[in-house]
């Protein structure tokens, strides 16, 4: 039986969801955004492939597992310009891995080939680079982002408030009374439906090329290992069903079926959860509300979208990003290592902030093996 979308009743968790509902748009609104007005996608199809995703993620798993931008996909959208057949193959490609390694339960056994300090450093380095990005976009419009975070600190500590859409409400408020940000002068409304895009056997060829090879180690690490880890961690009574075999399945037929409608390639992602969590989700609400009002947007005024989201100040989603990052970093299994342990963590983490979350799996491997050998040899010398 799926598990339950609401497990608490009443108006305090149904403004808590609002509020968790809110703490990805750090993620979403430059990677999405970006892809829609930068490089030109169809923000229909955008719009409507992490709508239906982000609704049946939350009827599926009950909890706030997010869908994110896969963000070297992004990268490579944003920078090599890559036409919207290309975007839609480097989708179903993805999806054809993620669901092959899902079903064999191929992910499952590389998971647990993954020790905790391994993880542990993933973790503190994928919160650190959140924490950095955050402090970027805050440090654009300094008096907005500061202003921003010293506001949602102090709303966080009101029980039952709503932080962050207050928090977001009253930096468009400044934003718009001090010509920060530019609010629409009309609000239109048409109906679109997202167009079918088939990729050609040139374009699969370059999202392959481009996308695919640098996004795979990305996606099985943050958003499927990592993810799965921190959903054991955050609900250990209810996270079953979020394993990573789950993970991959779920992430891997979005893809698939979305893909062709002009979605950008999606997946789940650890920061993400933990940032609608450490604003008040708990439940599957969270996505299905961002979800509802993508669909909404998608359905109803995709022209218009990018223009919406515009309004929300960057300081302001800097912010989010630095609270999401912080809990992320220091989280528990960080401080249940053992002192042996915190090179391993170190490295994996600085590998991460660095260079790329697939690299620093690696480094953190070896650098396990290291510790356990050094280990071993201490003890057969002293005992």
Excluded at 40 to 66: H, K, Q, R
Excluded at 249 to 271: D, K, Q, R, Y
Excluded at 333 to 350: E, H, K, N, Q, Y
Aim: hydrophobic content about 55%.
């Amino acid at each position: 039986m799926a598990p339950r979308v609401m497990r608490e009743s009443g108006r305090p968790r149904f403004l808590k969801e609002c509020s968790g509902a809110c703490g990805d748009l750090g993620t979403f609104i430059p990677h999405a955004i970006g892809a829609m007005v930068v490089a030109g996608l169809a923000p229909a199809g955008v719009l409507f492939g992490f709508a239906v995703s982000l609704i049946a993620t939350g009827l599926f798993y009950g909890l706030p597992i997010p869908v994110q931008p896969m963000k070297a996909v992004s990268a490579v959208i944003l920078t090599d310009g890559l036409r919207a057949g290309e975007v839609a193959g480097a989708g179903l490609m993805l999806g054809v891995v993620l669901v092959s390694l899902g079903a064999t339960g191929a992910i499952g056994r590389v998971a647990r080939l993954i020790p905790q300090s391994v993880s542990a450093g993933l973790q503190l380095g994928l919160g650190l680079l959140m924490g950095v990005l955050g402090i970027g976009l805050m440090l654009k419009t300094p008096w907005l982002g500061l202003g921003s975070l010293a506001l949602l600190l102090m709303l966080m500590r009101i029980p039952r408030c709503p932080a962050a859409p207050l928090m977001l409400l009253a930096a468009i408020v400044a934003g718009a009374s001090t010509q920060a940000v530019t609010l629409p002068e009309t609000l239109t409304g048409a109906w679109h439906l997202p167009e079918l895009v088939l990729p050609n056997w040139s374009e699969l060829w370059r999202g392959l090329e481009l996308a695919v090879v640098p996004q795979l180690p990305l996606t099985l690490t943050n958003a499927v290992i990592v993810t799965a880890s921190l959903s054991r961690d955050l609900f250990p009574g209810q996270a079953s069903r979020a394993s990573e075999r789950n993970l991959a399945l779920s992430s891997g037929v979005a893809n698939l079926l979305l893909a062709p409608f002009g979605a950008m390639p999606m997946c789940h992602g650890a920061g993400g959860l933990q940032a609608q969590y450490r604003f008040g989700a708990r439940t599957g609400l969270a996505p299905i509300l961002f979800g509802s009002v993508l669909l909404v947007l998608a359905l109803g005024c995709a022209d218009m979208a990018a223009q919406l989201f515009a309004v929300v100040p960057i300081g302001a989603v800097g912010a989010l990003l630095v609270m999401a990052g912080t809990d992320l970093a220091l989280s528990r299994r960080l401080f249940d290592g053992r002192p042996s342990c915190w090179p391993v963590i170190g490295v994996t983490a600085l590998v991460t902030l660095l260079l790329n979350p697939a690299l620093a799996l690696a480094a953190g491997w070896v650098g396990e093996l290291i510790r356990a050998a050094v280990v071993r040899r201490v003890r057969r010398r002293y005992s």
